[in-house]
C-alpha cells in the first residue's frame, strides 16, 4: 500500500479546458499562464501538453530556465519583470518575452547590450494597484522605449483587472475603458483578459489573453463552479486510509479534542495533512469522498493525517479517499470550508505530493 497523497492530472480535462478559450477568444492568442508550478498542477508536463499555446505566462526565473532546458520553444513571459542585471542576462539568453512595469526600468533596459531584439509587455495599471505604469506615466515610457536605437520591441500593451470575477462590476468597464483610451491608436497588440475576462468579457478579447485558473477547470467567478462553466476540473487529490478505527459516543478525536462523537462511530485514518497542503486550518464537516461516497472530516487536520467519518461506509484500510476532484468534490467546494481560495489550495502542493499523469 502506497501511504501517499497523489495529484491524479487529467490531460484529456486540460485539453478540453484549453479549446473552450480557444473557442470563446478566437480571434485571440493565447498566454497560458503556468505559474507557480502551472497552479500546483507540473510545470514542465502542463507545458509540454499545452503545446497548441501561442506562449505560457511565468512568475520565476527558474520556471522559464526549466522550460529552456526542456527545449520548450513557446514565448515565455515574465510577469513580474525583471529587478537586476542577472535577470536581463537571462532574458537575452533564453529569449523571453518582458513585462516593463516601472518607469525606473526603462534606462537599464536602454543600457544593457543586446544580442537579439527582446519583445517588450509594457505594463498599464488601470485600477488593479499592483503592477504596472501609472497612467500619467505612460506616455513618457513608451516615447522613451520607441526613441531609442537599442534592439527592445514594445509589441504589446497590457493591463489587469481587479474584480473581473464580478461579472456586474462597473470596475472591470472602466478599466477596459481607461486602457483603451490610452493606446488604443498605438501600432501594438494588447492584451487585457484573465480568465474571468475570458469568461465574461467580451470587450476584454483583444490580441492576447491570459486565460489561468480555467485552464485546470475552476471557476475564477464568485458563485458556479468550473463544471457549470463548461470546464473539467484536471487535478484529482487521493490519498488512502490508514487505519480504520471505534469510536465510543462521547470519546474525542485529534489535537485539542475539538471533535467529540455524538454516537458510537467508525473513523477512517487517511494519510494526508498539511504537509502536503491540505490546510491545517480547514474546518471539521468538511466533504471527502471514501470509496466514491461522500462523508465528511472529523477533528483538526493533523501534519500527515487526517481523521473522516466512516460509520455509514464499508471501509477498510487501503481504501481511496478523494480530498477534492472527484464526483462533484469541486475544489472550488473545499476551499469555502477552508475559507480560502481554490487557487491557494491548487498552489499550495507540496513536494511530498506525488503526480500521475493521464491522458
Not at 522605449?145 to 474584480?163: G, P, R
Request: glycine share 8%; net charge neutral.
Amino acid at each position: 500500500m502506497n501511504q501517499t497523497c497523489t495529484a491524479i492530472i487529467d490531460l484529456s480535462a486540460l485539453t478540453h479546458n484549453f479549446k473552450k478559450v480557444r473557442v470563446l477568444a478566437q480571434h485571440s492568442q493565447i498566454s497560458a499562464m503556468i505559474k507557480g508550478n502551472a497552479y500546483g498542477h507540473g510545470l514542465l508536463q502542463i507545458a509540454r501538453h499545452l503545446k497548441n499555446a501561442d506562449g505560457f505566462g511565468l512568475a520565476r526565473y527558474a520556471e522559464a530556465i526549466t522550460l529552456r532546458q526542456a527545449g520548450v520553444d513557446q514565448r515565455l513571459l515574465m510577469l513580474e519583470g525583471f529587478t537586476d542585471y542577472s535577470q536581463l542576462q537571462l532574458v537575452d539568453r533564453l529569449r523571453l518575452d518582458l513585462v516593463v512595469h516601472d518607469i525606473s526600468q526603462i534606462q537599464p533596459l536602454l543600457d544593457f547590450q543586446w544580442n537579439d531584439y527582446i519583445k517588450i509587455w509594457l505594463k498599464i495599471d488601470t485600477g488593479m494597484g499592483r503592477l504596472g505604469m501609472l497612467p500619467e506615466q505612460v506616455r513618457d515610457a513608451w516615447n522613451q522605449l520607441l526613441s531609442s536605437a537599442s534592439k527592445l520591441k514594445v509589441e504589446v500593451c497590457m493591463t489587469h483587472f481587479a474584480q473581473a470575477h464580478w461579472v456586474d462590476d462597473s470596475k472591470t468597464i472602466e478599466q477596459i475603458t481607461n486602457f483603451n483610451a490610452l493606446c488604443h491608436s498605438w501600432p501594438v497588440a494588447k492584451s487585457l483578459a484573465n480568465s474571468a475576462g475570458v469568461l465574461y468579457w467580451q470587450a476584454a478579447h483583444q490580441d492576447w489573453v491570459r486565460p489561468g485558473v480555467m485552464l485546470y477547470g475552476v471557476s475564477p467567478l464568485s458563485g458556479p463552479i468550473g463544471s457549470e462553466l463548461g470546464l473539467r476540473p484536471v487535478m484529482q487529490l487521493q490519498t488512502v486510509l490508514i487505519a480504520v478505527r471505534a469510536f465510543k459516543k462521547g470519546q474525542f478525536i485529534g489535537y485539542e479534542s475539538t471533535y467529540q462523537c455524538p454516537n458510537d462511530m467508525r473513523v477512517g485514518v487517511a494519510a494526508v495533512g498539511y504537509a502536503d497542503g491540505y490546510p491545517r486550518y480547514i474546518r471539521a464537516g468538511t466533504p471527502v469522498l471514501v470509496n466514491g461516497v461522500s462523508t465528511k472530516i472529523l477533528g483538526q487536520v493533523s501534519m500527515d493525517m487526517v481523521s473522516i467519518d466512516i460509520t455509514n461506509i464499508d471501509a477498510k484500510v487501503g481504501d481511496i479517499v478523494t480530498l477534492w476532484g472527484g464526483n462533484g468534490l469541486a475544489v472550488e467546494t473545499i476551499a469555502k470550508y477552508a475559507n480560502t481560495s481554490p487557487y491557494e489550495l491548487l498552489a499550495g502542493l507540496t513536494q511530498r505530493v506525488e503526480y500521475d499523469f493521464v491522458q
